[in-house]
């Protein structure tokens, strides 16, 4: 176990709902990356947090929003809930800004299931 | 655009065989790559990373080659097991600070 939990395991919406995703860092680690994984594909970048300010994001709509709190902890907000939006999404942290030498440690992932 | 892919969907081997895992990327402002498992229902699992400056890295039972002329790099799994099983992925760090590039990933069933 990698030290990162997400929360829920699973969530079933409708389209046009919003939903909230949560993430517990890895104890010490202050930068949280979210991951999109759409079945059979390899997980799609989204955002990431460093200290509670999104530091780089990837190629995904305003809908797609976050936060990190104090403690690190992080929530992955998705807004007008698209049928595309149903995949596996992923939480990963690392110790400081990732440099390439450090890892990032994924959580198992939340299964969102958009109908 | 730029993106990090896959030979083979699929790679299906007997117990105690060798494996070898294929990955090819385009960027060419790639400079640090990493292998991934995901085993079902779980998130990706660090492997062994290798960067540009090397053509070779080894870890236990597994090893990296890269080779920065074609663009391509491998993993190769020695005595592979039925807990070797499991979904490969190649990510590539690209230059960028913050995120990684996976590519759809290889599919390896190890028969008993």
């Known amino acids: 176990e990698t030290g990162v939990t997400q929360s829920p395991t699973h969530l079933i919406k409708t389209r046009g709902q919003q939903v909230t995703l949560r993430c517990s860092s890895q104890?010490?680690?202050?930068?949280v990356s979210w991951y999109q994984q759409a079945l059979g594909q390899g997980p799609q970048f989204i955002f990431q947090y460093y200290r509670e300010e999104e530091n780089g994001r990837g190629n995904f709509p305003p809908r797609f929003s976050g936060l990190q709190f104090p403690n690190y902890s992080s929530e992955l907000n998705v807004n007008a809930l698209e049928l595309d939006d149903s995949a596996l999404y992923l939480c990963?942290?690392?110790?400081?800004?990732?440099?390439?030498?450090?890892?990032?440690?994924f959580g198992p992932g939340t299964r969102l299931t958009v109908l | 655009g730029e993106n990090v892919g896959l030979h083979l969907p699929t790679l299906s081997v007997q117990e105690g065989d060798n494996s070898i895992i294929n990955c090819a990327y385009s960027n060419s402002a790639s400079d640090y790559f990493i292998w991934y498992k995901q085993e079902s229902g779980k998130g990706p699992q660090f492997i062994i990373d290798i960067r540009s400056n090397m053509d070779k890295r080894q870890g236990q039972r597994v090893t990296v080659l890269l080779n920065k002329t074609v663009k391509h790099l491998s993993l190769q799994i020695a005595a592979t097991q039925p807990g070797d099983s499991a979904v490969y992925f190649c990510a590539d760090k690209g230059g960028s600070n913050y995120k990684l590039t996976f590519g759809k990933g290889t599919l390896l069933t190890v028969n008993p």
């Open positions: 104890s010490g680690h202050n930068t």
């Open positions: 990963a942290s690392s110790l400081d800004l990732w440099t390439r030498t450090n890892e990032q440690f």
